[in-house]
């Protein structure tokens, strides 16, 4: 969604998230909390709208704020956006990651999770921890050698 919307503004692709990889985990973070917190509203979506709005605008502020205490980065700027708070979130965003949860919880979660267990039920178990090990591992050291790229460490 993120790398839309970069194309379609700024006309160009660009790499977003700190990570040296391609994982952007301020999404992953949101999706995991979709999936545990929001499930339960799947049917109601006028509550799911607001409060995944409300939520993930304080998620959104809270990870732009730890962000630029901790390393000094600053991944998204919406100072120049109607009705921001700081810079840090913007009412579009709010009402946008309202719509955003309604589509995740209600079509992509359920689509995406039929189609990966489909799959992983064909794959060997002691496999399965082996794999989800090795993405581990991988997230866990992107995520040292990012943060210290950028508190300068070494």
């Known amino acids: 969604m993120e790398t839309i919307y970069c194309v379609i503004t700024l006309g160009e692709f660009q790499k977003r998230g700190f990570l040296y990889g391609p994982i ?15 499930s339960n509203y799947k049917k109601n979506s006028l509550k799911l709208f607001f409060y ?6 304080v998620f ?15 991944c998204w700027d919406y100072t120049n956006e109607f009705f921001n708070l700081n810079g840090r979130i913007t ?3 709010s009402i946008a990651w309202g ?4 589509l995740f919880i209600n079509h992509i979660h359920p689509f ?24 581990l591992i991988i997230f866990i050291t992107d995520t040292i050698l990012s943060c210290i790229k950028y508190i300068k460490i070494i």
């Open 24 to 38: 952007c985990p301020i999404y992953g973070y949101g999706a995991l909390i979709l999936i545990l917190f929001f």
């Open 52 to 57: 995944a709005g409300i939520i993930f605008s």
């Open 60 to 74: 959104e502020y809270l990870v732009s704020f730890l962000l630029d205490a901790t390393l000094k980065l600053k």
């Open 91 to 93: 009412l579009a965003f």
């Open 99 to 102: 719509f955003i949860a309604i």
């Open 112 to 135: 995406i999770r039929k189609k990966v267990d489909h799959f992983v039920k064909k794959i060997p178990l002691r496999l399965r921890y082996t794999i989800f090990n090795i993405f």
